[in-house]
């Protein structure tokens, strides 16, 4: 079993910056490939970020490309996502999901292959 719980979330203007992360508890962290999703309201969740157990490879969802950025911190047992020049449209509850992977470089990118899931943390982007 892995425990995760999401932090970060907050109000932030157009422009602006928020740092995510997302706290690990249970099985070996570091064994595990991490995502981050995004659900806002009417809306189905949808991928935002991945990375693999060491953090050598990660993917980003077209929407998010050179404003947001996946890490790890696998002494930490954390993950992070660093948001920039964030937009309205950013507007979503953010979910980190980890799942345990056979080898280092793999990381997924559909939510129905993550076993284990945070509570979520809002972020609202508004002026």
């Known amino acids: 079993q892995v425990q995760l719980v999401e932090s970060g979330g907050g109000l932030v203007q157009p422009g602006g910056s928020l740092r995510l992360s997302c706290a690990a508890s249970?099985?070996?962290?570091?064994?595990?490939?991490m995502g981050w999703f995004r659900q806002a309201p009417g809306k189905e969740r949808e991928f935002v970020a991945a990375i693999s157990w060491s953090g050598v490879n990660t993917d980003y969802a077209d929407s998010v490309k050179g404003r947001l950025t996946v890490s790890r911190e696998n002494a930490k047992n954390t993950v992070f996502l660093q948001m920039n020049s964030l937009k309205p449209e950013d507007t979503a509850v953010y979910y980190c999901a980890a799942r345990s992977a056979y080898l280092n470089g793999i990381y997924y990118i559909r939510a129905s292959e993550y076993d284990y899931w945070g509570q979520g943390t809002q972020v609202t982007v508004s002026s």
């Open positions: 249970g099985q070996t962290f570091s064994r595990y490939a």
